[in-house]
């Protein structure tokens, strides 16, 4: 095959074509000079909770204060304990130091790299009342595109008492079975958080991020938290943050949105094409494939494999221009910044494990079969090299 160049993302193909739909509606926010919040927001607001099957949404300016205005919400403060896994994006725990409450890790199932709801049981069954008592709430993730184990989550956080608070920043579309329905998610926990940075599969031109959820005052007082927390012009109920979402960024997603699906379809056939020419390559010994749950929609914002001498691997697609990334290779309890947290190195093994074994391959919808073809093909020339 001749040489190629396969690049890990590249949005400009999407972009030329919706190029036609963004112009007029950036055009409409340039003449009106109104760029904070406004009829845009207000629409995708809504179009979002209709997408997600939740009763509101709130724009704010990034997946990550999503994430902290969804603890602020719920008064998450110092001496509170917040659940989650070591194994995700740094907002996902940085939103919860932010408020000097400390996170609980988990560790992931290896296979879906989600939070392990049979580990996730043996420790709140384990931990003395006293620590149990400051456990307020739980975040999992759907991570790569895949909604976590939500059915299990959802019966434990119910008897522990804890809120629910979806990390949905990549999985926009996805759903899971819960009690026998399809759920989409950002409609199962207390408040969902969802991020429009360009790299996700609703991608803004610039930060952008959602919180969707069911409670009346909680998205009433998120409305307040995104403007300082302010409850009329100028008066404060609450310390707030400056976390609103902007026009321009709204009148984009707008644009997206009715395209999110199909997109989401390519995205799957790449990852079906590529299953299928590595079912036929032999590779079998050297890297894991993505495993994607019974009765669970994967939306694949990441392909995500496991391979044998991934660093090796990686510089040997580089140098073949396949672009690929490491998501992520440091756990987030091995982090210098959360070195106070006191934990090390071997206390979540298959999260240490995951961060040295995985690989992100191009998946984004506009991926050619060639290019698909070229991606495998190096990776069965690496490995026969050996
Ligand atoms: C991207 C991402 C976030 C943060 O979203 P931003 O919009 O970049 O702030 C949070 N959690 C996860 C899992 C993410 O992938």
């Known amino acids: 095959m001749p040489t190629m160049k396969v690049p890990l993302l590249d949005l400009k193909p999407q972009y030329q074509s919706i190029r036609e739909e963004i112009f007029p509606v950036i055009n409409e926010v340039m003449e009106k000079q109104q760029f904070i919040l406004g009829p845009n927001v207000a629409e995708i607001e809504e179009k979002i909770a209709q997408y997600c099957g939740s009763k509101h949404a709130i724009g704010v300016n990034s997946g990550s204060d999503a994430l902290l205005l969804s603890l602020m919400a719920i008064n998450i403060k110092p001496g509170d304990i917040v659940i989650t896994t070591p194994y995700t994006f740094f907002a996902t725990v940085g939103s919860i130091c932010r408020l000097g409450a400390a996170p609980l890790f988990v560790d992931i199932n290896p296979d879906t790299f989600n939070i392990d709801p049979e580990k996730l049981s043996g420790i709140l069954n384990s931990l003395p009342g006293k620590i149990k008592s400051k456990i307020k709430a739980i975040i999992p993730v759907h991570l790569f595109g ?3 184990d939500m059915e299990p989550i959802l019966c434990l956080a119910m008897k522990n008492n804890l809120k629910v608070i979806e990390d949905a920043a990549q999985s926009l579309g996805a759903s899971c079975t819960l009690n026998g329905q399809a759920k989409k998610a950002g409609s199962m926990g207390d408040f969902a958080c969802l991020s429009f940075f360009p790299s996700k599969n609703l991608g803004c031109f610039g930060d952008g991020g959602m919180i969707t959820t069911d409670i009346d005052e909680a998205a009433l007082k998120l409305r307040s938290l995104r403007m300082h927390g302010e409850t009329e012009k100028y008066y404060h109920r609450y310390i707030g943050i400056n976390g609103r979402l902007d026009a321009i960024q709204a009148a984009v997603a707008l644009v997206k949105l009715p395209h999110l699906d199909s ?6 056939e790449n990852a079906n094409y590529y299953k299928k020419l590595f ?3 032999g590779l079998e010994e050297n890297i894991i494939l993505p495993y994607t749950k019974k009765g669970s929609c994967h939306v694949f914002n990441q392909f995500i494999i496991r391979a044998q001498r991934r660093d090796a691997l990686k510089n040997y697609l580089e140098q073949n221009n396949v672009g690929c990334a490491i998501y992520y290779p440091l756990s987030l309890h091995q982090q210098e910044c ?9 206390d979540f093994p298959e999260s240490e494990k995951a961060a040295n074994e995985t690989l992100a391959l191009p998946i984004f919808p506009e991926l050619t079969k060639k290019q698909i073809e070229y991606v495998v093909e190096k990776i069965s020339d690496f490995y026969r090299m050996e």
């Open 146 to 148: 895949q909604c976590a």
């Open 263 to 268: 997109w989401a379809e390519k995205r799957l």
């Open 279 to 281: 079912n036929n390559s």
């Open 338 to 346: 959360f070195s106070y947290l006191g934990y090390s190195e071997g």
